[in-house]
């Protein structure tokens, strides 16, 4: 969906309304949502496009969606794949900003290997690693969200002049 002075409101009252849950599909979700925005309609004059992705653990899915299984030997492949795709698709001619913002879930839990690769996860679905943000609770994943509404809202209406001298 386009995000808009009008709506920005409409984005923020889905984010406070999220919880926690069982289940995560990460890399499908981000990989089906490139795929999304690369065959929507949308305006010609893209400014900017983005991803904002929203989790609380770790992959534990997405292997098993659309046989992903018989395209990556692994769910790492898989990621790198995303990641790449993050970092190679342009939509309009626009490349993609992918922002994660991620809440340790009971499936990370404490451990060392798990939260590194939990880390590990939000950098590679983030088109930089700026813009990967681990958080600790929802009211930080409503302030990041906030931030980044502002920044491409921001980033949408700044202007470029370019200026010559005549001699």
């Known amino acids: 969906k386009q995000l808009n002075s009008s709506n920005k409101s409409e984005f923020t009252s889905y984010i406070n ?5 069982n289940g995560t599909i990460l890399y499908y979700a981000v990989d089906k949502a490139i795929d999304e925005i690369s065959t929507t309609q949308l305006p010609q004059n893209l400014k900017n496009v983005a991803i904002v992705t929203f989790t609380d653990g770790l992959d534990v899915g997405s292997m098993r969606m659309d046989n992903i299984e018989d395209l990556y030997e692994d769910k790492d492949a898989y990621l790198n794949a ?3 795709k993050i970092k190679n698709t342009k939509v309009k001619g626009v490349d993609i900003m ?11 839990g404490s451990g060392e290997d798990r939260t590194t690769q939990f880390r590990n996860n939000l950098e590679k679905i983030a088109s930089t690693p700026d813009n990967a943000m681990e958080v600790k609770d929802m009211a930080e994943v409503k302030e990041k969200f906030d931030e980044i509404t502002e920044q491409l809202f921001t980033y949408s209406y700044s202007q470029t002049i370019e200026l010559s001298t005549v001699e």
């Open 17 to 21: 309304n999220r919880t926690m849950d």
């Open 82 to 84: 995303v990641s790449d």
């Open 98 to 108: 992918s922002y994660s913002i991620g809440i340790k879930g009971d499936d990370v």
